[in-house]
């Protein structure tokens, strides 16, 4: 397992943008990162994974506006949202793990907070 932290959290008005990173803290080049978010009285849900090779996947609801990539030198992965909803609105985890295209996390940061205002 790997320790993550994301930072980038924060309030914006809807059709806004945000971008949020996870850092890492071993080497992550070989693992499947992947963004979850949890909204108020909802179960977590997926968002959007990058595979050792950079391959993606997003999550059909996200129709486009959200990007995923990884630096593998810094060991930080982001997640660009742009057009932000109200909906949107979540706590958003990042996660390491194996496997794709369906990944398998083991690894969980403590999440960080977006709100977007209508």
């Known amino acids: 397992q790997v320790q993550l932290v994301e930072s980038g959290g924060g309030l914006v008005q809807a059709g806004g943008s945000l971008r949020l990173s996870c850092a890492a803290s071993?080497?992550?080049?070989?693992?499947?990162m992947g963004w979850f978010r949890q909204a108020p009285g909802k179960e977590r849900e997926f968002v959007t994974a990058?595979?050792?090779?950079?391959?993606?996947n997003y999550a059909d609801y996200l129709k486009g506006r959200f990007t995923i990539s990884r630096d593998y030198a810094k060991n930080t992965v982001y997640l660009q949202m742009n057009n932000l909803k109200p909906e949107d609105t979540a706590v958003y985890y990042c996660?390491?793990?194996?496997?794709?295209?369906?990944?398998?996390?083991?690894?969980w940061g403590q999440g960080t907070q977006v709100t977007v205002s209508s």
């Open positions: 990058i595979s050792t090779y950079g391959r993606t």
């Open positions: 996660s390491a793990g194996y496997g794709w295209p369906e990944g398998k996390y083991d690894s």
């Open positions: 071993g080497r992550t080049s070989t693992l499947t």
